[in-house]
């Protein structure tokens, strides 16, 4: 079973950086989407942004130009490096990472980030 675990969130003043690191086990690595997601105090959860299989990204709107998602194989984590950080981007971010359309995605268990203006 694929087991997704967080790290790298805290807190960070507007403007800041911060780097998310997933580490992943229980699988191959092989995925037809993985990714980001975050969820604000609404209890909204959205997308942040994905590798799908092939190598294509997507990313938020919000996000673009900002956040760079990346995943490494060898290591077997995906990554997600965050700049310019603002006040909205505070949330809790989920790693997720699907192996097929047949199998539902694995969820981490979330890291808080939290940005002060």
């Known amino acids: 079973q694929v087991q997704l675990v967080e790290s790298g969130g805290g807190s960070v003043q507007a403007g800041g950086s911060l780097r998310l690191s997933c580490a992943v086990s229980g699988s191959d690595f092989s995925f037809i989407t993985m990714g980001w997601y975050r969820q604000n105090l609404d209890k909204n959860r959205e997308l942040v942004a994905s590798i799908i299989r092939g190598g294509a990204k997507n990313y938020g709107g919000s996000v673009k130009g900002r956040f760079t998602v990346s995943a490494d194989s060898v290591k077997k984590t995906i990554d997600l490096q965050m700049n310019s950080l603002r006040p909205e981007d505070t949330g809790v971010y989920y790693c997720?990472?699907?192996?097929?359309?047949?199998?539902?995605?694995?969820w981490g268990q979330g890291t808080q980030v939290t940005v002060s203006s």
């Open positions: 997720h990472a699907r192996p097929s359309l047949s199998v539902p995605g694995s």
